[in-house]
């Protein structure tokens, strides 16, 4: 499974981004799906994920301000981040576990300017 992650880019803190993760097969097979993010210095950490039932489970520190969503007819996985806050930049990853292996996306960097 190939994972492509894109719309990452420089916003103003208050402001919004999407992010997108497209997959090269049918996710709908793929029950969990999710991001996580890498901020210099920092561990990897999950930020949100969603369930081929379509409930999702978010970080405490993104909770009423990100919203994941998939959708299974376009094998992509969306991640849409509202009011981001300088402690938001990172490089954020899409992730998913299919037949026991481990894909990741090649990540795609998120700066927020205070």
């Known amino acids: 499974v190939q994972l492509q992650a894109s719309g990452g880019g420089l916003v103003q803190a208050g402001g919004s981004l999407r992010l997108s993760c497209a997959a090269s097969r049918n996710i709908f097979s793929i029950n969990v799906m999710r991001w996580y993010r890498q901020a210099p210095g920092k561990q990897r950490e999950l930020v949100a994920l969603?369930?081929?039932?379509?409930?999702?489970n978010y970080a405490d520190s993104v909770k009423g301000r990100f919203t994941i969503s998939r959708d299974n007819t376009k094998n992509t996985v969306d991640l849409q981040m509202n009011m981001l806050k300088p402690e938001d930049t990172a490089v954020y990853y899409c992730n998913a576990w299919f037949n026991l292996v481990n894909y990741w996306g090649q990540g795609t960097l998120v700066t927020v300017s205070s």
């Open positions: 969603t369930q081929t039932g379509g409930s999702t």
